[in-house]
């Protein structure tokens, strides 16, 4: 007679798939609970958005599933609904939760395919663009493993405990910052798996005391993997933008970061087409990665196009010395360039 297991049970829920997803139950991380006693098994599902058909359908599959289990004799099956509904979103898409953070303001991924077009060069600095056009601003860095956003800031605090348990985030050029860089020592190793760095961002956004901004931009790490993912399970995205150098090597890449927030329902806010072109000593003008690969690509997309940002010394000496260019010298082409752009988003939501 075969023993029934918690494993065999998890094994089972692996082969449900989310309705309209390639994904299964399992690895959006949906279920919350496998308890066996005996020949007896409980599961408890929380669902992150959706509806009751949905529920109902997952339900439904899940005790199919769980009946080719062997020794499997009794099943109780629970698919909750999201709790603390505040503001509704799209139905029947699991990467977002239905509750709007309340404070948050607008929440926009910066994002790219690919590492080494500028993304968190960008990211620091349309915030700090942002602030200067106004806004109330934080700035999550969401790139775990390598965390810049502390040395581009200029600001290395460690965050402190407010009287709710909740972290309270350094302040640097009047933007409110929260990474990874903040909680480890020196050049320590984040060495996790993917679990942990999903509870991380979900502990970034909802244990921060980030109080009341009118926006929270987020700059992700490259690719489309668990932090991307994790982000779009914890909080409605208002948007996303992609950063890409001119090349095509960079476009190819970037358009799985596009596909990425079209397969989990992020608006794509556009495209900023980064280290455009060089301008030498002598006046030349120099396409070191070609030039307007982004806007060809926006326009092939049907998507806006940002700006472009040439490549400036001051801005690559802003973010190694923690004082960006809309900060140190806001009147100037290289802080213009990224102040046009922060324009831009600030318009799409006024």
């Known amino acids: 007679m075969s023993v029934l297991t918690q494993q065999a049970i998890l094994e089972s829920l692996k082969t449900v798939k989310y309705p309209g997803y390639s994904r299964d139950v399992v690895s959006f991380g949906l279920v919350k609970e496998v308890a066996v006693n005996g020949g ?111 040395l581009m800031m200029g600001i290395h605090d460690k965050p402190t405990i407010s009287e709710a348990e909740k972290l309270v985030p350094p302040c640097s050029h009047g933007v409110k910052l929260m990474s990874m860089g903040f909680l480890i020592e020196g050049d320590a190793p984040v060495i996790w798996r993917g679990p942990m760095i999903m509870k991380t961002i979900q502990q970034f956004i909802s244990d921060v005391e980030w109080g009341e901004l009118d926006f929270l931009l987020v700059d992700l790490p490259p690719g489309t993997g668990d932090a991307q993912l994790s982000l779009c399970q914890t909080v409605p995205l208002d948007g996303g933008v992609i950063v890409t150098t001119p090349q095509e090597a960079s476009l190819g890449v970037v358009r799985k970061g596009i596909n990425m927030f079209e397969k989990v329902n992020v608006p794509l806010l556009g495209i900023v087409e980064n280290m455009s072109y060089f301008i030498a000593p002598n006046g030349e003008r120099i396409e070191i990665f070609g030039h307007g690969g982004g806007r060809k690509e926006a326009e092939r997309r049907n998507l806006p196009f940002l700006g472009e940002v040439p490549i400036y010394l001051e801005i690559r000496q802003g973010g190694d010395t923690g004082l960006p260019v809309v900060v140190s010298n806001p009147q100037g082409a290289p802080a213009q360039a990224f102040i046009s752009i922060a324009k831009c988003l600030r318009d799409r939501f006024v």
């Open 40 to 150: 007896a098994a409980s599961v408890s599902l929380q669902l992150t958005g959706g509806n009751a058909e949905i529920a109902a359908r997952l339900k439904g599959e899940i005790e199919n599933a769980l009946r080719l289990v062997p020794g499997l004799e009794r099943m109780h099956v629970e698919v909750r609904a999201p709790a603390g509904q505040t503001a509704p979103v799209q139905a029947g898409n699991p990467m977002s939760r239905q509750a709007k953070l309340v404070g948050l303001g607008r929440v926009i991924a910066v994002a790219s395919g690919k590492g080494g077009v500028g993304k968190s060069t960008v990211s620091v600095n349309l915030a700090c663009a942002l602030r200067h056009l106004g806004a109330t601003v934080g700035l999550l860095d969401c790139d775990i493993y390598g965390p810049s956003i502390p």
